[in-house]
């Protein structure tokens, strides 16, 4: 039901933008989000959006660097990673909240996508 791509590998500094493609339910009133997992860490909260795009949360360590956006008419979400590190390698997931008109800071990840590797060298 969520499908994550655009992964891969770039130098630092480089950017890359992330797709999560919503199908099989009405994800358009939904909190969606994206998350990330280097090896032997937990999974961590990256980036939220809410159901209309205008409220959204971003982890500390992308805020002004990562930008999360939504179209709901196509049923995706995108990141946009900028200025990337290499502490930004992980496994990224995106992942929606089965309720509706959730605010980020209430954001739960009942769906998750499969995950896309990004690797950043340094």
């Known amino acids: 039901q969520l499908q994550a791509s655009g992964g891969g590998l770039v130098q630092a500094g480089d950017s890359l933008r992330l797709s999560c493609a919503a199908s099989?339910?009405?994800?358009?009133?939904?909190?969606m989000g994206w998350f990330r997992q280097s090896p032997g860490k937990e999974r961590e909260s990256v980036a939220v959006?809410?159901?209309?795009?205008?409220?959204?949360y971003y982890s500390d360590s992308v805020k002004g660097r990562f930008t999360i956006s939504r179209d709901r008419d196509k049923n995706t979400v995108d990141l946009q990673m900028n200025s990337l590190k290499p502490e930004d390698t992980a496994v990224y997931y995106c992942?929606?909240?089965?309720?509706?008109?959730?605010?980020?800071?209430?954001?739960?990840?009942?769906?998750w996508g499969q995950g896309t590797q990004v690797t950043v060298s340094s």
């Open positions: 992942a929606a909240d089965r309720d509706q008109f959730v605010k980020p800071d209430m954001f739960k990840a009942d769906f």
């Open positions: 099989g339910r009405d994800f358009s009133r939904a909190a």
């Open positions: 959006i809410n159901w209309s795009g205008i409220l959204d």
